[in-house]
């Protein structure tokens, strides 16, 4: 008797459609670390470079966004090693990042308007500086979150 070959059995691929999560996660802390590298270079330039307290307070809020920026960006890609992030639930965490984007924005531009002192503690260019910056890393910011809560959609 003949021993018969059989061809191995093709895997399937798995069903249903795959989870675009991980993929849109590693996406955006790349574009995240993008935004927090570029907001530290510049803003340090723009802090180290300018004479007046308007655009030195400009930088240095700029150059802290950043700094945050990429702690969370490293956080993120530090964290998708060991939980690859879920479409629904980083879907959820961008809108409400976006709703608190609109709240910086706010308080960015209720401090560049008002250009409040602190009780004394900054000068009223400095604060419009640092109300401007925190405007511009807010618009940013929510860009960012609409932008891959759209790609989750």
Do not use: C, K
Request: hydrophobic content about 45%.
């Amino acid at each position: 008797m003949t021993p018969t070959i059989t061809e191995p059995t093709p895997v399937a691929p798995p069903a249903g459609p795959v989870d675009p999560g991980p993929e849109v996660a590693a996406s955006l802390t790349r574009a995240l670390a993008v935004l927090g590298a570029s907001s530290v270079v510049v803003g340090g330039a723009i802090a180290v470079a300018s004479s007046q307290p308007g655009p030195r307070a400009f930088g240095q809020q700029s150059a802290a966004w950043g700094a945050v920026d990429l702690g969370i960006a490293g956080f993120g890609a530090w964290r998708s090693r060991s939980r690859p992030a879920e479409a629904a639930s980083l879907r959820r965490t961008l809108l409400v990042n976006a709703g608190l984007d609109v709240v910086y924005v706010a308080a960015g531009a209720h401090v560049a308007h008002r250009r409040s002192t602190l009780g004394g503690r900054i000068s009223p260019d400095a604060a419009r500086g640092h109300g401007l910056a925190v405007v511009g890393q807010g618009l940013a910011l929510m860009v960012l979150d609409l932008t891959y809560a759209r790609r989750l959609a």
